[in-house]
C-alpha cells in the first residue's frame, strides 16, 4: 500500500508525481492524522496487515514516527522511498529503507553525505537498498559508480518513465507509452 506525502526539497526534470511536489497541487493535498491513514489503509485492505510503503515528494520531511509506531502496532510494515537528502531518527524503525540516489538525467546534484547520513540513522534495523532510475547511459554508468561506493547494499534498476507519449491524433497514447517503455527495458537488460 503507497502512503504519499505531499511537498519535497528535489525537483527531478523527470518527476512522474508533480501533484505530490508542486505547491499548485496544495489544494489537492489531503492533510492526514497518523490514525486517519491508517484507518484508509484498513479500509482498502479490508483489515489486513500489509507493507505500507511511504512514498512522496519526500517523506523524510515529516514526522512519521507516530505512524509507524502505531502502524506496527496494528500489524503492519514500513519501507520508505527517499532520494536521501534528509535523515531522520524514525528511520531506525522501519523495516525496509529505500534510497534512490538521483542520477545526472535528474538534473540534481547528489549529496553523498547526506544520503550517508540516512543510512546511519537506520543503522542495523531496517533492511536498506539503493535504487537508481535509467533514462540513459549516463545514468547506467553513474548506477555501475553508486554500486561499487555501495558495494553491501542491493541496488535495483529502474527505467525512467518519460512523459506519456502523444499519438497523431493529439491523444495520450498509452500502448505507444507501454511500448516504449518495453524497448527502454530490453535496452537495460541488455545492459
Not at 26 to 44: C, F, G, Q, Y
Not at 67 to 92: K, N, Y
Request: glycine share 6%; aromatic share 8%; proline share 7%.
Amino acid at each position: 500500500m503507497f502512503v504519499r506525502t505531499g511537498g519535497r526539497d528535489y525537483r527531478c526534470a523527470w518527476c512522474d508525481t508533480l501533484y505530490a511536489v508542486l505547491p499548485k497541487h496544495r489544494n489537492e493535498w489531503v492533510p492526514m492524522t497518523a490514525s486517519e491513514i491508517l484507518s484508509r489503509v484498513d479500509e482498502l485492505t479490508a483489515g489486513h496487515s500489509v507493507l505500507v510503503t511511504l512514498s512522496g515528494g519526500n517523506p523524510a520531511l515529516w514526522p512519521l514516527e507516530p505512524l509507524i509506531t502505531r502502524g506496527r502496532s496494528q500489524g503492519h510494515s514500513f519501507a520508505l522511498e527517499t532520494q536521501g537528502s534528509v535523515a531522520a531518527p524514525w528511520f531506525a524503525s522501519l523495516d525496509w529503507l529505500i534510497l534512490s540516489p538521483k542520477p545526472p538525467s535528474s538534473g540534481m546534484p547528489m549529496n553523498w553525505d547526506a544520503l550517508n547520513k540516512c543510512l546511519d540513522a537506520a543503522g542495523d534495523r531496517p533492511r536498506s537498498a539503493l535504487k537508481i532510475v535509467i533514462f540513459d547511459d549516463a545514468d547506467y554508468q553513474y548506477a555501475k559508480s553508486v554500486s561499487g561506493r555501495y558495494s553491501r547494499l542491493p541496488i535495483y534498476l529502474q527505467v525512467g518513465n518519460p512523459t506519456p507519449l502523444i499519438a497523431t491524433n493529439g491523444e495520450i497514447s498509452e500502448s505507444a507509452n507501454i511500448d516504449h517503455l518495453l524497448d527502454r527495458l530490453r535496452w537495460l537488460i541488455r545492459r
